[in-house]
Structure formats: C-alpha cells, structure tokens
C-alpha cells in the first residue's frame, strides 16, 4: 500500500506530470506564468480545488452511473470552485485579490478531469485525495518553473510579489536577477510561454531518456 | 456459442454499451462482460439473455439530484459569505477612495455619501462625496479609458474647486512592463495629474505630446497613456459640465 503511493506521488510530480507529460491544463499553465509568483498562486489554488474534488468524485464513485460521469464531473469540479471562490473572497480576502482571478479558470482545466475519469472514479477517497493532491502539486511545480525562466528572462525578477501572496515573511525569496529593464519583453508575453513551455517540455524529455539509458547500465553494473 | 446462437435467433447482438450480457447457467447469475473479452470468459454455461432496458430514467434522476445537491450546496455557501463579501467590496472601494480623497479634507463616510449621474454618453455614474463639518469639499468617480488591450478602470478625485485630488487605476489588461507603468507601484507617471484642473492646462493639452498635448508618454506605449488622458479629460468634462450639481451644499 505504502508503495501505492509512493507511485501515485511518484506519477504526480514527475512521471505523469500533469503539464510536461500530459499534456493537460496548457492554457492555465501559459495563460497564468507571467511570474514565479502567478504560476505558484494559479498552482496552488489548482491543486487544493484538484484534490477535494478528487475526493468528492470518490466518494459518489458509486453512485455515478457511466452514462451521466461526464456532466456529474464538471458539476462537482463547478461547485467546488464556486465554493472555494465564495469562501475566500468573503473570508481570505487579500489572498482573494492575488488569486481571485485565477480561481474560475480552475473549471476549464482538463488536468481535474483527466484525474477524475482514470483515477478518482476508480478508487476510495484516500487515494483519491492523495492522487489528485499531488497532480495538483506536479502542476503547481510546472507553472512555477515556467513562470520563473519567463520572470527572469523577462523582468529580470524572479518571485516579484511574492509577499502579497504568502506573507510579508516570503519578502526575502523576491530576487532582481538581472538589472531592471533589462528584460526581454516577449517572454512576458504569449509567444513567451509557448516558447517556454516547449523548452521545458524538452528538458524534461531529454532528463527522462538520460535516466532510461542510464538504468539498464547501472543494471548491468550491479550484475558484475 | 450460446451467446451467438441466441443472437441469431434474435436478429440483434446481445450487446449493450459494448458489453455482452447473459446468464450463468448453473447458478443463475447476470454475467456482464465487456465485448473484447468474449472468447475467453463466456463459455458454454453462460447463456446469453436479452440485454435490460437502458436506464434513461434512472440516470436522469441521478444527473438531478447530483444538480439538486451541489445547488443546495453552493445556494447555502452563497448565503453564509453574502454579508462578508459586501463587507469586504465596501472596504475595498473604501480603499480606493482614500488613494483619491485625502483623509484631511472629509469627517464623512464617502463610500456611504453617494450620488447617482449619468454622464453625456448616458452611462451611470456612482458619485462619491466627501464632506467636512457638512459641506462638499469634493468627489471622487470612477472613469474609464480604452487602453491598448481593452477597458482601463481609474478612480478619479477632484476637489470641489474643480483641482484634481488624484487619479489611480483601478484595474487594466495592458502589456506588463510597457503599459503598466500607469500603475503607482510601478511608476509615479499617474501621480503628475495631483493639483492640475481642466482650465490648468487648457483643455486642448490634456493629451499625450504626441497628440499635440503637454502630457509625457512613456517609452513604447503610446496608447495606455492616451487611454489614461481621453478618461480624465472625459472625467474633468463630467465634473465642470455638473459642478454645481456635484459640489451642492459646498
């Protein structure tokens, strides 16, 4: 069981990254990577909604009939984001106002339903939970390394208001890489992201294969 | 082979959703299998039966109640965070205000002392009034100006002598790092309007140089700060053309 979830978060953060490996939730993902911080923000948010309604698809699993999965899905990931986007503009509202504008855009992220369809509706709540906890973590991860290679390409800063959203404590993680006005303005923008994210897409491809021509070796290593 | 023969028999496969339903001959059992694995798992106990009705009714009721349930949910979220969420719209356009309206001039509330316009082009205008010891000593409205990437929001404060008290943006969608220097906190340009009026400069310089104006665009965006200038001139029109409607009791 133990290494059940070993995989599951094994799979979530890197394996079966939501947006290096899956593809999933690009819009999102570019859309939102302005900065280190946005991307931190957007992916946060993501993956407390990801999560909870992971665990509600769960709990219903049996209940949800084939036929009716589809609309049952977006109505449970729907109102779970109209919750969190209520609750929190009424009761965390500075957050609200860094994360308000990202919290709607959670409905349209496919990376929910992706979980949803092969996982959550397959297994008890716990795994459920921890499965789409750390899907939502892998995309968090994602959108901050996006973010912040088109942060410090493009403003020179890296995690630039990071304070508003985490606390005046996080105001010594706010970095100037490069002197201001330096920045390349492109990567701010939409051409930015696509060209990031392809890049990291590689990256990460390129650490994967090296990995797979390096096991078969150690394999043969610890043989001898 | 029973499966085949009674769907001959049948004139229609036993087939439902890509799945073979039939009969365990010996204990009477409902066998469902998915239609690939066919060969392997029924074999000849299994006798095929007609396939039951599909169930339309029944996933209607489920979609429904799952509907009714979640709109039980979110109805009784929206009533627990509705007083909370005024609260906290009333405090944010409080703040607002006092970026526009200096404490110094007003022992009111401007947020509560409002006034309801409509300006030339027929838009409704919500007027803030800020007063000491009673007297309008000047307003404070929203303005809008059309950006390079969509609508500009500012909020507009102008004292009742008709000098403006101060200009901030509210909310915009223009390019980070060109034309979001409008913003204060990336750029004092928005604080240069603070004591101007609409006869100081004349009329025709509320405009970018470019234009033909007095006003300094910022490198590679010319169209935020036309935007910026078309709304606070719009604004100082809206104020003299309704002064002694705005400053009344002053």
Not at chain 1, 170 to 181: G, N
Not at chain 1, 194 to 220: Q, S
Request: aromatic share 8%; charged share 20%.
């Amino acid at each position: 069981m133990a290494n059940d979830y070993k995989t599951i978060v094994k799979d979530g953060l890197w394996d079966n990254n939501g947006v290096f490996s899956m593809m999933l939730g690009l819009c999102p993902a570019m859309a939102m990577t302005t900065s280190a911080t946005n991307g931190l923000g957007m992916g946060l948010a993501t993956a407390a909604v990801v999560a909870a309604s992971c665990c509600l698809v769960s709990l219903f699993r049996n209940l949800i009939t084939r036929e009716v999965r589809i609309p049952v899905f977006i109505l449970i990931s729907a109102a779970m984001v109209t919750i969190v986007d209520l609750a929190m503009n009424a009761w965390m509202h500075d957050l609200y106002k860094v994360l308000g504008l990202f919290i709607p855009l959670i409905v349209v992220n496919c990376l929910s339903m992706a979980r949803f369809e092969a996982f959550a509706s397959k297994s008890p709540p716990l795994p459920a939970f921890v499965d789409g906890l750390f899907m939502g973590l892998g995309f968090t991860g994602a959108l901050v390394a996006i973010g912040a290679v088109r942060e410090v390409i493009g403003s020179g800063t890296l995690f630039a208001d990071a304070s508003l959203l985490l606390g005046p404590a996080f105001k010594v993680i706010e970095l100037r890489i490069l002197p201001a006005d330096t920045g390349v303005l492109m990567m701010i923008l939409p051409p930015g992201a696509f060209l990031t994210t392809g890049l990291l897409v590689v990256a990460k491809r390129m650490i994967d294969a090296r990995a797979a021509r390096a096991e078969p070796a150690e394999a043969a290593h610890g043989l001898a | 082979m029973l499966v085949r023969a009674w769907a001959a028999m049948h004139g229609f496969g036993v087939q439902r959703n890509k799945r073979w339903h039939g009969t365990c001959e010996a204990s009477g059992k409902q066998i469902i299998r998915p239609i690939m694995n066919l060969p392997h798992t029924l074999s000849a106990e299994f006798v095929a039966t007609k396939p039951p009705p599909p169930r339309t009714l029944m996933h209607g009721v489920i979609l429904g109640s799952f509907c009714l349930g979640f709109g039980l949910v979110l109805a009784i979220t929206d009533r627990l965070t509705l007083a909370d969420i005024a609260a906290r719209a009333l405090e944010d356009r409080q703040n607002s205000l006092s970026q526009v309206i200096p404490a110094g001039i007003h022992d009111n509330n401007p947020v509560t002392d409002t006034l309801l316009m409509t300006d030339a082009r027929d838009k409704e205008i919500t007027v803030y009034r800020a007063r000491k010891a009673g007297r309008v000593t000047g307003v404070a409205y929203e303005i809008y100006g059309t950006g390079y990437a969509g609508e500009i929001k500012l909020m507009l404060g102008i004292a009742a002598d008709g000098k403006l008290l101060g200009v901030r943006v509210l909310a915009h969608k223009e390019t980070p790092g060109l034309g979001d220097k409008i913003e204060e906190k990336k750029g004092d340009w928005i604080l240069r309007f603070t004591g101007l009026s609409f006869t100081d400069p004349p009329p025709e310089r509320w405009k970018v140089k470019r234009d033909g104006g007095q006003f300094d665009q910022f490198a590679g965006a010319t169209i935020t700060p036309r935007g910026v200038l078309g709304a606070i001139r719009g604004g100082l029109e809206f104020f003299a053309a309704n002064k002694a409607k705005l400053t009344e009791g002053s």
